[in-house]
Every structure is written in C-alpha cells, then in structure tokens.
C-alpha cells in the first residue's frame, strides 16, 4: 500500500478544504517547502491538486507544479484544470509523472479514452470524488447522476487501471475514512490500483485501510494538523511496503 502525502493549491498557496468547501480552508505555507520538507524526510510521492484549476477553464498553478517537480525531484500525480490536451501536455511538460482525470472524465470520455493510446494508461490515472454514491466535477461543485460503481466499471472495461477514490463527505474532516465503501470496491474490482482519499486522522486508520486492500493512501490533512508526523508516515510506510 502506497502512502502519499497531498498538497491542494490555492492561489499558490498550500490549503486544506473541508468537505470540499471552498469557503471553509486552512492555509498551511509555501507548497514547495513543504515538497521539500517530504523529500527530506524520505517520501517519494506526492499528490498534487490545483483547486484553481478544477472548479475554473484551466490550470492555474502551473508553475508551482514545475517547481516542486524540479526543487523537490519528488514523484507528483497531478491534478485539476485538466480540460482538454493541450492542459494534459501542459502538466507533463512542467514534470508531473501522471495526471489524474477528474471532471473531464465524466465529460469528455472519449478525449481521455485517446490520451490513454496516446500517452499510456500508467500516466493517467481516473478520478472518482464522490459524494452520497455519485460522481462529483469541476471542484465537487456539481453532484452528476453518475453512479460511482458504474464510472469505476466503465473505465476499468476501458483499460484503465488506477482510480483515486475520494469520499468528499470525508474529506479534511479527520474522522476516518470510508472503510465500507473501499473494502466494496476492492471486491467488486478486483486487481485495480484503488487510491483512497478523504478522512484520515491517524495511524489506526492506515490499519483499517490496509486491510481493505487498497493500493494506496493519501494522507493530507492529518499531516499538517500533526495527527500523523513525517516520522511516521515514513515508518508506515516501511511497514505498508512503498511510497514510490
């Protein structure tokens, strides 16, 4: 199980929403000293989000992207303002090693089917925030009809082999993830690469996450309120086999 620190951007800034509200953040610093900051402690991967980006037309923090790639040499799955190919060359360009497809997934399936001929379903990854079941777009602004299960079987018949799992309802509330419904989903889709996301408080709940099988973990929030140290999250992660 992979154990991966996020950063979400807004503005530059590194910040934290609460169930996805944007009026309800907690800014945290500079994103490439905390980049930094992983590194030194020995984490290679990190998960990075421009909320800007997701709820507007485009990416907005691009340059933060490719700093944190180049000072911090970290590996970065990159998301939000992924659009169109011209945003997804955009991302690859300035260093992110994958790129996760979010809204444009549930609007423009045919777009991400050719990226992944184009450029390989390693480098892409599927995002399925959702909320009460259902997919969720452009900044968890919009609650679609599509079912979770449903959007997860589509794309995996499709090809695609790794999906971000965030329950928005979880999110940054540090109460513990959806255990229930990862463990569902590792059982109706076997042999994905099945990210959780949303809700992690403390060491207890890597445990509990563990044992559903899941292939990673993002620890966000937890990290910068001091639920989980640096320590040991590396510890965790010499435990849960890799954070590359």
């Known amino acids: ?50 909320l800007d980006g997701a709820k507007g037309d485009g990416i907005v923090n691009l340059d933060v992207l490719s700093r944190i790639v180049r000072e911090s040499a970290l590996v970065v799955d990159f998301g939000g303002g992924i659009k169109n190919e011209v945003q ?7 260093g992110a090693a994958m790129v996760t497809c979010g ?57 695609f082999e790794t999906f971000i799992c965030t329950d928005i309802v979880k999110d940054g509330m540090l109460s513990g993830p959806s255990i229930v419904l990862y463990a569902r989903l590792v059982g109706l889709f076997p042999g994905i690469r099945l990210i959780a996301s949303g809700g992690v408080g403390s060491l207890g709940d890597l445990e509990r996450l563990h044992a559903t099988g ?27 086999h890799t954070m590359s």
């Open 1 to 50: 199980m992979d154990l991966i620190p996020a950063i979400d951007l807004i503005g530059g800034k590194c910040v934290r929403l609460s169930q996805g509200d944007y009026a309800r953040r907690k800014a945290y610093g500079d994103p490439v000293q905390i980049a930094k900051r992983y590194r030194d402690a020995g984490i290679r991967r990190l998960h990075l989000v421009d």
């Open 88 to 94: 997804l060359k955009r991302a690859f360009d300035a």
């Open 103 to 159: 809204s444009v997934a549930v609007s423009d399936r045919d777009s991400v089917l050719a990226w992944k001929e184009r450029f390989g379903s390693n480098r892409l990854i599927i995002g399925c925030d959702s909320k009460g079941g259902y997919i969720a777009t452009h900044g968890w602004k919009v609650i679609t009809d599509r079912k979770l299960e449903d959007f997860i079987s589509a794309y995996r018949s499709a090809g």
């Open 214 to 240: 899941v292939s990673g973990v993002i620890v966000g929030k937890a990290l910068y309120e001091g639920r989980i140290t640096l320590k040991e999250l590396k510890d965790a992660g010499q435990t849960y």
